[in-house]
């Protein structure tokens, strides 16, 4: 028999106001505006569109709001705004050699084409907090450079020439991309559906596990070939323009991870390649996408899948912090009926745990007794 | 002929990409300044929607999708005959709708010079100031490195 009961609807009702009079705080602070946010907490508004996996500054500074400060619920909030859109399309892949770049810089040559431009970096700040921000003083107009835009091809493009570098990852000519918001996650995996899942995978994770590699498990001796931000443009193939419609730009981090690699009976020793790619401006999550991937390609490297970092089922089935989330925390619901029928198990195991413990104390009296 | 068709698409296409790379608070003021006509007969839209974004494996190589960017789009009929499109990143309806008309007055001989003239040319020299002063600013953050002598020798 299944009794349904029901019950706390006022609870909820005034739960939710009560949130949102804690989420507007104290009245006499002023309310915080969205564009106050996508200007001054940037960052925070691109891993929301990151690993949200939507593109629109507006709205994840107002999931941000919304979820308090809270990203993880900001990027719920962002991926189920996504799933009440029609889709219009994929784009023609964007070619991150003609991005307008904002920053750029190569742990493996010095004086590469178009130099290394160090661009908004945290690097090499003292990480001191700054009393001046508290106070909200001016801030100055940064310095200008004049001179002509220098190209700035990627570097792999330049490791490539002497043959020592895999080349940019090919897929067989009909491959379709796949893509893991129309088909359910199947593994294998190709390395395109892979990096789907790792570009909107959770920062912290992808870190952790990057870290995991650098640390000796699946160890693969990195370089930065190259990180840059920057700005892209994106066209779409629709059937009523007969050319590709240009829709705007964007702002995406690429990272291109080299990494030793002494040979296998597949390959011939050479450097091999990680790749990664995110929305908006976030190189720390872009370098520990490029060092998972690398990870995940032991098998088609021929490298013994040792570590978790290289385990794809485990890394791709555990990157998604919504999947996450959602199923850590659905155990604080009301479980009430299963807890019972556990509780009633427990009881009836004890009691017959019991009863034999008795019974052995009783038989092992008799044979004293005796 | 051909090469005019093959002209005029990529000046069309220009003129599209300056309208959806500008903002649509530049549209509707340049619009308002220039006294375009706004009357168009809406066939679609405008709406938003998503497009999947697609980077390439690294760099250079096969295709695979990052994720989504909201898009709106709109179009539009004018009433000498000409329809025009607009596809925009962002959520912005009105520079969708006002975006759609300008491409289609684009496409009209007798609105062309005004469209180029007092809307396209003013977006294109604002963004392009814009992305000169940001290279600029990138440029001044530039390593030179230079080489220091140490001993005698």
Redesign the interface.
Known sequence: MYVAVKGGEAAIRNAHKLLADRRRGDRSVPTLRLDQIVEQLALGADRV??EG????R??AALAIVQARGDMIEAIFLVRAY?TT?????????????TM????RVSATY??LPG???????FDYTHRLLDPELAAGGEVAE??????E?EAMP?V??ILAREGLIE?????PED?V?????REPLAFPMA???R??AL??GDEGFLLALGYSTQRGYARNHPFVGEVRIGEV??A?D?P????A??????R?T?C?MVNQFKGSAKAPPQFT?G?G???GQSERKAMAMALCDRALRASELGEDVVAAAQDEEFVISHSDNVQATGFVEHLKLPHYVDFQAELDLVRRMRAEHDARENAGKAEEKREAAE | MRGQEARDQAERKAVMATLAQSTGDDIVRLWNEAGLPSEAELLRGPETGLVTVRGRIGGGGAPFNIGEAAVTRATVRLASGQVGHCYALGRDKQKARLAAIADALWQDPAHRNEVEARLVAPLRAALAKARDQRRAETAATKVDFFTMVRGED
């Open positions: 569109m990151s996996s939507l593109y629109d507006e709205l996504r859109l029609p889709r219009f399309g994929y784009t023609r892949a964007i070619d991150t050699g307008l770049v904002e920053r010095k004086d130099g290394q431009l160090l661009g908004p970096t940064p310095e200008q450079r004049a001179g835009a990627r792999s493009a080349s940019d990852g090919d897929m491959h991309p796949g893509d893991i918001t390395r395109d559906i990096l789907q570009s909107r443009e994106l779409l629709v009523e323009l007969p050319f419609v240009p829709l705007g730009s964007i995406v690429e291109q390649r790749y790619l995110v929305f």
